[in-house]
């Protein structure tokens, strides 16, 4: 069985400071990995995904994530945050080994963003 | 474009009574995700859709749960006999074609309460 850990509920931080949501998985297969945003009152958005390739993947809004196998690991990082940032962050994964779509989601990480 | 919706956005409901929510996914895309998020967990699968079978119906979590897709294109999750556990934000995904790879689209949720 696949699950997913953010052992983060809340993470408070300031503007302009780094940032890091931390996400592992459990799986005895290949998997992918993505991370979805959910903005105050709006549905779910991708953030961004790692299928394969590049163990270093990016979103169009500065944030980045890395897959690490021997950890079990898809931690987000952004360098600098901005109060936009601010909202819930949920780590998910699939593995294509089961012939199934159905995401595995984490309990989510509520990232709040002061001035 | 337009994206998924979901009607209605908040349901209030008596215990043991029946319960329709209904999604309509962003056009063309074959397939269609029904998830469901309670307070302060991530998004629980319920069952997912190709075209107008359901190709994954593993994550309904007992026979008063049930949804159709007739004509491959709009979802009704239907409930029997509800429980006040069934209370949660309910949602639904689409995205083009079946994979795990491919990127579901999520819709703003109903919300239901069960009293």
Known sequence: ?115 | GAGVSQTPSNKVTEKGKYVELRCDPISGHTALYWYRQSLGQGPEFLIYFQGTGAADDSGLPNDRFFAVRPEGSVSTLKIQRTERGDSAVYLCASSPRQGAYNEQFFGPGTRLTVL
């Open chain 1, 1 to 115: 069985a696949q699950s997913v850990t953010q052992l983060d509920s809340q993470v408070p931080v300031f503007e302009e400071a780094p940032v890091e949501l931390r996400c592992n998985y459990s799986s005895s297969v290949s998997v992918y990995l993505f991370w979805y945003v959910q903005y105050p009152n709006q549905g779910l958005q991708l953030l961004l995904k790692y299928l394969s390739g590049s163990t270093l993947v990016e979103s169009i809004n500065g944030f980045e994530a890395e897959f690490n196998k021997s950890q079990t690991s898809f931690h987000l990082r952004k360098p600098s945050v901005h109060i936009s940032d601010t909202a819930e962050y949920f780590c998910a994964v699939i593995s294509p080994s089961y012939n199934t779509d159905k995401l595995i989601f984490g309990t989510g990480t509520r990232l709040q963003v002061f001035p």
